[in-house]
């Protein structure tokens, strides 16, 4: 179980790598002189959020689901219509995006945390599916399966539209949200709510024995994970102006998914690793990328079976040696309470 | 036109019949999830369509399952027997990625556009009832399915496999413990039930369309069915087939903006009623 806690620092520790974290992205937004590859890190980066929405649902209730993409693109979606067919602003759109999705998290996930085990994933995924049937056949609302093309008004949040479809803004935007979202994370399950959702997640029945009352943690997180996914979702719809009935296949969900078993889910920022690699061995693969579902298929099947902390374990074992035993797992784990 | 609705929903129900009762069994010994099912039954279903065009229709009906209960068997022992004593989310994600690589071979082998399967000529014709023609294909795609549930519950019920499977799946450990070969008889139904999926492909070819997207379609809402029926029962998603096939013709007829999310909206309701499905309480 102590492996569970080592992704919870001190605030101090999360500040600092916040810090770290967003350097790293200004010296990338400034340094990388390519549209081409910072438009690639920028798609990257937004599944990053994305498998880190994913990949919290798993660590914190255990549960995988494979029907995110529901919530990734009805964020899209949400945003989309309420500008075209409203006339609502950049700003209201999005935070009615965000908020929307976690509502209805809020209210879905009443009903589908308390499905036990796998039948959670096999829920998810119908789920999700539906939302892609639904955004199909509903012509009228979502333009079908043509999709849905967003005139995104002149300023969002006071800034020009111009200014934010720079390729190096656009990253930073969006890297900007991706560290701000594994900080929150972080912090937020450095408080008693982690501990308490570890418990549940580890034993229902032993934590409900002890007095803690276990849906609303689990539905919770199962918010704060679609929450996330939403975030994602928001900026993929800002990025390409464009929502489509493709980004709620299940096929999406499923790429997020084997970012977050590839990078390993134990540490926060795993997932994100696990995107970056999926990105960066696709566009690598080049011509031999018509078979790369295949070729993640495969590589989830060796990473779950062979190494199921995925690479954020390695290079979290790789950096113990390194140090020589390093820390000690007991120290997070007390200050976690 | 609502008879001829509720009689493709009969048929759509069968079909999900044939499918689920293969999820069902082979989470009941190994209790693992199939996701490679929906992409197991797109296998069989494309076998059977090559083995159909050199041979014909009756020989791939026998051949193609033949093959997906060699690829069961296969699965079994070189997966989920080496994989049985790790966490069921471990085996779900490889049914998972085995799901990707089978889509992809499928496609690599018979590409991308949508094949048809001509319907045999012995049921290509069709019949009045009631004052509705009726495809006699369809009519006995129906009985198929009623037809293998019974089978299955017989088997389960009166013969001694059928014991002894329901033994393991109550508990393995001490049907083992009596004697009982537990890992053959996993791979004999994992076989059995990877065999009804390519039943189910081969039986569903002439009618729905060889497409890569059939297998999600069907994946999915044989999903809905087991879980709604509670996962492993067959009596649960043999009922849960039916209604589910029901409610998708009807919904198409009466409440046709909300079909698309109708099984959603199914699944939802009878779970707030019954978390763990229609059939009870295994999880």
């Keep these: 179980m102590s492996a569970a806690f080592q992704g919870i620092t001190r605030p101090a520790h999360i500040a600092v790598a916040t810090a770290a974290a967003l350097a790293v992205g200004g010296l990338a937004a400034g340094g990388i002189g390519s549209d081409m590859l910072l438009s690639l890190l920028t798609q990257a980066t937004i599944f990053a959020i994305f498998a880190v929405g994913v990949g919290v649902l798993l660590r914190q209730n255990g549960m995988v689901s494979f029907g995110h993409a529901a919530f990734y693109g009805l964020a899209g979606y949400v945003a989309g219509i309420l500008i075209r067919e409203m006339g609502w602003s950049g700003e209201g759109a999005v935070l009615a995006a965000l908020g929307g999705v976690a509502l209805f998290a809020f209210v879905l996930g009443f009903v589908v945390v308390r499905v036990p085990g796998i039948a959670f994933g096999m829920l998810t995924i119908a789920i999700g599916q539906s939302f892609y049937q639904g955004a199909t056949t509903s012509r009228s609302l979502t333009g079908g399966a043509d999709g849905l093309h967003i005139d995104w008004p002149q300023t969002l949040f006071g800034v020009s539209l111009d200014t934010l479809f720079q390729p190096h803004v656009m990253f930073m935007v969006c890297w900007t949200a991706l560290v701000l979202c594994v900080a929150g994370l972080a912090l937020l399950l450095s408080t008693n709510f982690g501990a308490v959702t570890e418990a549940v997640r580890d034993n229902e029945e032993r934590a409900r024995f002890i007095g803690i009352r276990t849906l609303l943690p689990r539905v919770l997180v199962f918010t704060l994970s679609a929450f996330v996914t939403a975030v994602a979702g928001t900026l993929s719809a800002l990025n390409t102006g464009f929502v489509s009935p493709e980004s709620l296949h299940w096929s999406v969900s499923g790429s997020a998914l084997m970012m977050v078993i590839v990078g390993g889910y134990r540490r926060l920022w795993g997932p994100a690793l696990g995107a970056m690699l999926f990105f960066l061995a696709r566009d690598f693969l080049g011509d031999f990328a018509e078979h790369w579902l295949a070729i993640f298929g495969a590589a989830l099947i060796f990473v779950i079976v062979f190494a199921p902390d995925g690479f954020s374990g390695a290079l979290v074992g790789l950096w113990r040696r390194m140090r020589g035993g390093g820390k000690s797992r007991g120290a997070a784990a007390v200050q976690a309470n | ?283």
């Design chain 2, 1 to 283: 036109m609502t008879f001829i609705n509720l009689f493709n929903g009969l048929v759509y129900g069968s079909l999900l019949i044939v499918m689920s009762s293969g999820l069902a069994l082979i989470y009941g010994l190994r209790r693992v999830v199939n996701f490679a099912h929906g992409a197991l039954y797109m296998l069989g279903a494309y076998i059977g369509f090559t083995i159909a065009q050199h041979t014909g229709f009756w020989v791939a009906l026998v051949a193609a399952p033949a093959v997906m209960a060699l690829v069961g068997v296969l699965l079994d022992r070189y997966g989920f027997r080496l994989l049985q004593d790790r966490n069921p989310l471990t085996v779900v994600l490889v049914t998972f990625g085995l799901l990707l690589i089978i889509e992809d071979f499928v496609q690599t082998v018979w590409g991308k556009s949508n094949l048809s399967m001509a319907t045999p000529a012995l049921l290509a014709h069709s019949v009045t009832v009631a004052g509705h023609e009726l495809p006699v294909y369809r009519i006995a795609v129906l009985f198929f399915g009623i037809a293998v549930a019974v089978a299955l519950s017989l088997w389960l019920r009166y013969s001694r496999v059928g014991l002894f499977v329901r033994a393991a799946s109550t508990d393995p450990v001490t049907t083992s413990m009596q004697g009982v070969n537990t890992d053959r008889l996993s791979a004999m139904v994992v076989g059995l039930g990877t065999a009804l999926a390519g039943l189910a492909g081969v039986v569903a070819a002439p009618f729905l369309s060889l497409s890569p997207a059939m297998s999600s379609d069907v994946l999915i809402d044989s999903f809905v069915v087991v879980v709604v029926g509670g996962l492993g029962s067959l009596p649960g998603a043999f009922a849960a087939a039916i209604l589910l096939g029901l409610l998708q013709s009807m919904g198409a007829v009466y409440l046709p903006s909300l079909a698309a999310i109708l099984p959603f909206l199914f699944m939802i309701a009878i779970l707030l009623w019954r978390p763990s499905g229609l059939a009870g309480n295994r999880t």
